[in-house]
C-alpha cells in the first residue's frame, strides 16, 4: 500500500488536502525531522497548521515522536504501512557533531518488562555519538 490517501484512511485520518500535503512532503526526508524542517518544505502552509497536523498524525501513529534532547521534538513517519506498534520502536542515533538525529530502523529496542503495576506506553533509545559523515571528518 502506497496511496497516501489509503495510508491516511488506514490510520483513521480524513485524507484532506492539507494532511496529503504535509504527508507527501514527510516522506522526502530520509530521518528525523522537526516541525521547523517541515515549515521550510512548506513555506505556504501556516505553522499551527502544520502543527495541529503533526499531532494528528501521532495521534493515529502514522508517525511517531522522539526527544533527542535538542529542545526539538522530531517525528519519523512509520514504514509499515500498518499503524507504528511495537515492530516499529527502534533506536535513534543522535550526532553529537552535526545535531541530526537518524532512525536506526533495523535497530530494535528490546522488550522491557516493567513491574507489575505499571503499564508502559512508550519507550525511547537514545544513542549518541559521530554519524559516518561527521566520523569522516573527525
Known amino acids: 500500500m502506497n496511496d497516501a490517501a489509503e495510508i491516511l484512511d488506514l490510520h483513521g485520518v ?9 504527508y507527501k512532503s514527510m516522506l522526502g526526508f530520509t530521518d528525523t525531522f522537526s516541525l521547523s524542517d517541515l515549515e521550510e518544505v512548506l513555506d505556504t502552509v501556516d505553522k499551527s497548521t502544520i502543527f495541529r497536523t503533526l499531532e494528528v498524525f501521532a495521534e493515529h501513529h502514522v508517525i511517531h515522536e522522539t526527544e533527542d534532547g535538542s529542545g ?4 519519523c513517519v512509520c514504514h509499515s504501512g500498518h499503524v507504528c506498534g511495537p515492530e516499529e520502536m527502534h533506536c535513534h542515533f543522535y550526532c553529537e557533531s552535526c545535531h541530526k538525529t537518524f532512525c536506526l530502523d533495523h535497530t530494535h529496542i528490546p522488550p522491557v518488562k516493567v513491574p507489575e ?6 519507550v525511547e533509545y537514545l544513542l549518541k555519538g559521530l554519524c559516518p559523515e561527521c566520523r569522516k571528518k573527525a
Open 14 to 22: 480524513r485524507p484532506t488536502a492539507i494532511r496529503l500535503m504535509i
Open 117 to 122: 503495576g505499571y503499564e508502559l506506553h512508550e
Open 72 to 75: 526539538a521534538r522530531k517525528y
